[in-house]
Structure formats: C-alpha cells, structure tokens
C-alpha cells in the first residue's frame, strides 16, 4: 500500500498569513493526488485534483502543487472560513490511501 | 447541484447486519464512479469501496473483504452498501461519495454505523 504522510499534524497561524501543509507518498504517484478540506461534523470537501487543479468554486487562495512523491497545499491570505482538517489522498494505485490530516488552528 | 443522501445507519451488536443507502439528485448517476468512504470517530478518512456505473468494476478495502458488497441501482439513483459480520472496528460515519476518477468530488453528509454490544 502506498503510505501518505502529511506534515505539520497541527499548523497555528492566524487570519492573513499564508500556510504551507505538505504530503509526501511512499512511492511515485505521478499526479495522482486530492486535496480536500473538512470542518468539524461536516462531510469532507474537494479542493484540488490531479495535484493542482483547483475544483469549481473553490477560493483562488488554494493551490496545490507536486509531483511524485512530494505535494504542497498551499493557502495564501488565511480566512476565518479556511480553519479546518485538511486531508491528501493518492489515487494512483489501489489502495487509494488518505493522509492522516492536518489540522489548521488559529494562533 | 450534486446532491447525496446517505441512510441505514444506526446500533448494531458485533456480527450482526446493516445495508446503507444513498439517494443520488443533480447528477447523470449511471455513468459514474460511485463509493463509501468511513471516518472512525476522531480518526482520519478510508476508502471502503467503490463500483463503476456498469458495477463491472468493484473495489474493497481488504479489511471488509467478503463481509461488505457494494451495488447500484442506476433507474433509482441509488447506491448501497451491504454490511455484515459487522466488527466494533467498522464503527464509523461513511459517506457516500462520487468518484469520478478516484477521488470524491461530492459528498454526502454521512451516516453513522456504531458496532457495539
């Protein structure tokens, strides 16, 4: 199975900063990577597929860049809406695996 | 608007059974990739299983294997999950998610499986 490792577990930051969170695949998944943002008692929501495409109605501020093995979700300009548990997922190969999530606190 | 209903959650004593459904709304339901996605309490998500729109293509978990069986009824925009020889580990909300290509572009709100003697 391909392991998903996403780094930092927790990320303090506060309104207006840009943030960082990244994801690094035990084998080479090509583009094969989802990002996905979920709030507490809520369902997960896509942000970005193929690694960088933003999905339809999502914020500018969101990006998504990488290829292989290293992935960078990357949020410029932090909104209060934006705090919340963001999750990769590899879709190159079954088992399609999710990282473990970071969660994104404000400072 | 893509819109998804889970239902069919609820208590259920180790081994016994459980068939979640989800009411599919805003989609061409039939020719796309379908699946349930879990998330234990206060743990991460995991892919359980998911199925093509001919339900010739069908994935599971290994941890599920030959105690769940996914399926489909495309005349009625609904999806399904059969669960038995259910475990306290399978305690979990599942959502039923759209998956295009592998990942989930829509989802729904969830419904929570509890295994529990």
């Known amino acids: 199975d391909i392991q998903m490792t996403q780094s930092p577990s927790t990320l303090s930051a506060s309104v207006g900063d840009r943030v960082a969170v990244t994801c690094r695949a035990s084998?080479?998944?090509?583009?094969?990577l989802a990002w996905y943002q979920q709030k507490p008692g809520k369902a997960p929501k896509l942000l970005i597929y193929?690694?960088?495409i933003l999905q339809s109605g999502v914020p500018s501020r969101f990006s998504g860049s990488g290829s292989g093995t290293e992935f960078t979700l990357t949020i410029n300009s932090l909104q209060p809406d934006d705090f919340a548990t963001y999750y990769c997922q590899q879709y190159n190969s079954y088992p399609y695996t999710f990282g473990q999530g970071t969660k994104l606190e404000i400072k | 608007q893509v819109h998804l209903v889970e239902s069919g959650g609820g208590l259920v004593k180790p081994g016994g059974s459980l068939r979640l459904s989800c009411g599919a709304s805003?989609?061409?339901?039939?020719?796309?990739?379908m699946g349930w996605i879990r998330q234990a309490p206060g743990k991460g998500l995991e892919w359980v299983s998911f199925?093509?729109?001919?339900?010739?293509?069908?994935y599971y978990t290994d941890s599920v294997k030959g105690r769940f069986t996914i399926s489909r009824d495309n005349a009625k925009n609904s999806l399904f999950l059969q669960m038995s020889n259910l475990r306290i580990e399978d305690t979990a909300i599942y959502y039923c998610?759209?998956?295009?290509?592998?990942?989930?572009?829509?989802w729904g709100l969830g419904t929570l499986v509890t295994v529990s003697s």
């Open positions: 193929d690694a960088s």
């Open positions: 084998q080479d998944i090509s583009r094969w």
């Open positions: 199925i093509d729109g001919t339900q010739t293509i069908i």
């Open positions: 805003g989609i061409a339901f039939g020719d796309k990739y």
């Open positions: 998610a759209r998956a295009p290509r592998g990942f989930g572009d829509s």
